[in-house]
């Protein structure tokens, strides 16, 4: 089985609508990623979380929020979709973040705003 | 900011050949530089992992170089295989109060052909 899942992998959806990705891990880690991926361009940090009670907002939060509701679980909102938020969203996990520390990545969702 | 650059952005390649692919970064007190490889509808997988004391990393065909100084990484890849073809990303973790955040450069599409 996966260590990190994502759910769904496709979502197509209506501007306006609300929308909200799951991703769950099993491999114990206490941090947690969101990025979005645009075509032709790097991934770009949305929020990430180094403990249940701690999320920071990444380079492009606006537009979306989170929510840890446990260890293995960060999910991601768009409270009001629109269609510059169609893009490949893909969920990640770290450990204790040291220098040999790499993240773990879900097979990401695709996400289409009509 | 940390900008993350890759050069070039796409390569085709015959099977067999040696081949380069470059990464720059602006910031050089990185915490680590990591390269990842991308195959459509998959997420991310961690390929090479270097550092920020290390000078070069090694897997099987693949050789990963670090010079902070100039701001710059090389992924060597030997004899290509057409199992090879994937888009490969690089990515700088920062240090301090970016601690813990990637950034990635657009990746390197690459087509290894029989």
């Known amino acids: 089985d996966a260590d990190v899942t994502q759910t769904p992998r496709n979502r197509i959806t209506k501007t306006g609508k609300r929308i909200m990705l799951e991703c769950s891990q099993t491999?114990?880690?206490?941090?947690m990623y969101w990025y979005r991926q645009d075509p032709g361009l790097g991934l770009r940090l949305i929020y990430y979380?180094?403990?249940?009670?701690?999320?920071n907002k990444g380079e492009i939060s606006d537009g979306y929020s989170v929510s840890r509701q446990a260890q293995a679980k960060f999910s991601l909102s768009l409270e009001s979709a629109i269609p510059n938020q169609t893009a490949l969203y893909f969920c990640?996990?770290?450990?204790?973040?040291?220098?040999?520390?790499?993240?773990?990545f879900g097979p990401g969702t695709r996400l289409t705003v009509l | 900011k940390q900008e993350v650059t890759q050069i070039p952005a796409a390569l085709s390649v015959p099977e067999g050949e040696n081949l380069v692919l470059n990464c720059s970064f602006t910031?050089?007190?990185?915490?680590?530089l990591q390269w990842f490889r991308q195959d459509p509808g998959k997420g991310l997988t961690s390929l090479l992992l270097?550092?920020?004391?290390?000078r070069e990393q090694t897997s099987g065909r693949l050789n990963a170089s670090l010079d902070k100084s100039s701001g710059r990484s090389t992924l060597y890849i030997a004899a290509s295989q057409p199992g090879d073809s994937a888009t490969y990303l690089c990515?700088?973790?920062?240090?301090?109060?970016?601690?813990?955040?990637?950034?990635f450069g657009r990746g390197t599409q690459l087509t290894v052909w029989p």
């Open positions: 990640a996990t770290s450990g204790t973040g040291g220098p040999g520390d790499t993240q773990y």
């Open positions: 491999k114990g880690h206490d941090r």
């Open positions: 979380s180094f403990d249940v009670k701690d999320i």
């Open positions: 910031d050089s007190a990185i915490y680590n």
């Open positions: 270097i550092q920020s004391s290390q």
């Open positions: 990515a700088a973790r920062g240090r301090g109060s970016t601690l813990g955040r990637l950034y």
